[in-house]
């Protein structure tokens, strides 16, 4: 059965890094396009970053420069590095999978995680 699962969250100053892992689990995703989604209280879902298969991340512009999106050689842990976190990134933070990223980009999405919660303190 084809699962992700979060984790790296925390509580960090403004400034700060974390470094979020989603971990899929059932051969069902090795074809799957990953990303990084959050949502922030009383907002909509949006997509922070996401990566195919072919190795290609792309970034939303709101992070671009400071967030970086990987996969380990294995391809089954899906990294987001957050370098110089601001309160604005406060939210919790979904891995999702779908057959292409253009669907993800569109807030279409077959599996998701439970969610791990980042907050950035001023």
């Known amino acids: 059965q084809a699962q992700l699962a979060e984790s790296g969250g925390g509580s960090v100053q403004a400034g700060g890094s974390l470094r979020l892992a989603c971990v899929r689990s059932g051969s069902r995703l090795s074809s799957y396009c990953m990303g990084w989604f959050r949502q922030a209280p009383g907002e909509e879902r949006v997509v922070v970053a996401t990566h195919d298969t072919d190795n290609s991340g792309i970034v939303a512009d709101v992070v671009k420069g400071r967030f970086t999106v990987y996969r380990d050689n294995g391809k089954t842990t899906l990294y987001l590095q957050m370098n110089n976190l601001k309160p604005e990134d406060t939210a919790m933070y979904y891995c999702?999978?779908?057959?292409?990223?253009?669907?993800?980009?569109?807030?279409?999405?077959?599996?998701w995680g439970q969610g791990t919660q980042v907050t950035v303190s001023s």
């Open positions: 999702g999978a779908s057959l292409t990223c253009e669907r993800l980009w569109t807030g279409y999405t077959d599996f």
